[in-house]
């Protein structure tokens, strides 16, 4: 079992920068594929970022160029670092794990076995 505690959301002008960060214990941090996704009221949850045990990593179009993710291994610990922050990247971000790699894409959420509880990020215009 893994357990997923986000945290560094919050309330940003357009333009502006916040860094997620998802803290991990339960399992050895550094086998997990961690992924961020993200949800708006009444849709379905969007892929943004993710990150193999090995580091390598894929971005959603809409974030690429952005949005950064990044793992820290000693700290049990991934980042999303988003710049350029737009009113459209307003909605809850979630994390998730993965236990094990994955040999194909990473954008499906159904490929991950653990969530977060969300975090709201909002941006203002």
């Known amino acids: 079992q893994v357990q997923l505690v986000e945290s560094g959301g919050g309330l940003v002008q357009a333009g502006g920068s916040l860094r997620l960060s998802c803290a991990a214990s339960g399992r050895t941090f550094s086998s997990l594929v961690m992924g961020w996704f993200r949800r708006a009221p009444g849709k379905e949850r969007e892929f943004v970022a993710a990150?193999?045990?090995?580091?390598?990593?894929a971005y959603a179009d809409s974030v690429k160029g952005r949005f950064t993710i990044s793992r820290d291994n000693a700290k049990n610990t991934v980042y999303l670092q988003m710049n350029g922050l737009e009113p459209e990247d307003t909605t809850v971000y979630f994390c998730?794990?993965?236990?094990?790699?994955?040999?194909?894409?990473?954008?499906?959420?159904?490929?991950?076995?653990?969530w977060g509880q969300g975090t709201q990020v909002t941006v203002s215009s």
């Open positions: 998730a794990a993965r236990s094990g790699d994955y040999g194909l894409g990473l954008k499906s959420p159904s490929i991950y076995h653990y």
């Open positions: 990150i193999r045990s090995g580091g390598s990593t």
